[in-house]
């Protein structure tokens, strides 16, 4: 097409046909490429979809995790885990936020067996 046509298109009528070629474009690529990765693209909508409902991807514990946890079930406060673990209390902190601790470990293994 050239460019006077894309003038007179609308704009979810242009998305669509961009959308179109790139999906083509990357089938050719991996056609021609083997070793690239498989593209975001195309991955399970219903497994996305169940993810964000539950709050976005589950996240798998780290050994210092599960140390800090472990901790902070036991009522530590956030400096007191950091002078054991010898990190900082700003570390400990954005665990804490990253994985949603303290955590039933129980609860937690429940969850992924369901």
């Given at each position: 097409?050239?460019?006077?046509?894309?003038?007179?298109?609308?704009?979810?009528?242009?998305?669509?046909?961009?959308?179109?070629?790139?999906?083509?474009?990357?089938?050719?690529?991996?056609?021609?490429?083997?070793?690239?990765?498989?593209?975001?693209?195309?991955?399970?909508?219903?497994?996305?979809?169940?993810?964000?409902?539950?709050?976005?991807?589950?996240?798998?514990?780290?050994?210092?995790?599960?140390?800090?946890?472990?901790?902070?079930?036991?009522?530590?406060?956030l400096r007191d885990v950091a002078d054991v673990l010898?990190?900082?209390?700003?570390?400990?902190m954005q665990t804490k936020h990253r994985y949603g601790l303290p955590l039933n470990e129980k609860?937690?293994?429940?969850?992924?067996?369901?």
């Amino acid at each position: 097409m050239n460019r006077e046509a894309y003038k007179h298109m609308n704009r979810e009528a242009y998305e669509e046909l961009y959308r179109k070629a790139w999906i083509a474009q990357n089938k050719k690529d991996r056609e021609d490429n083997p070793k690239l990765g498989p593209n975001v693209m195309f991955r399970d909508p219903k497994q996305a979809q169940e993810n964000a409902r539950k709050g976005g991807r589950p996240k798998a514990l780290t050994e210092r995790a599960k140390m800090i946890n472990r901790m902070l079930e036991k009522g530590m406060t956030l400096r007191d885990v950091a002078d054991v673990l010898g990190i900082s209390h700003q570390a400990v902190m954005q665990t804490k936020h990253r994985y949603g601790l303290p955590l039933n470990e129980k609860i937690r293994t429940d969850q992924r067996h369901n």
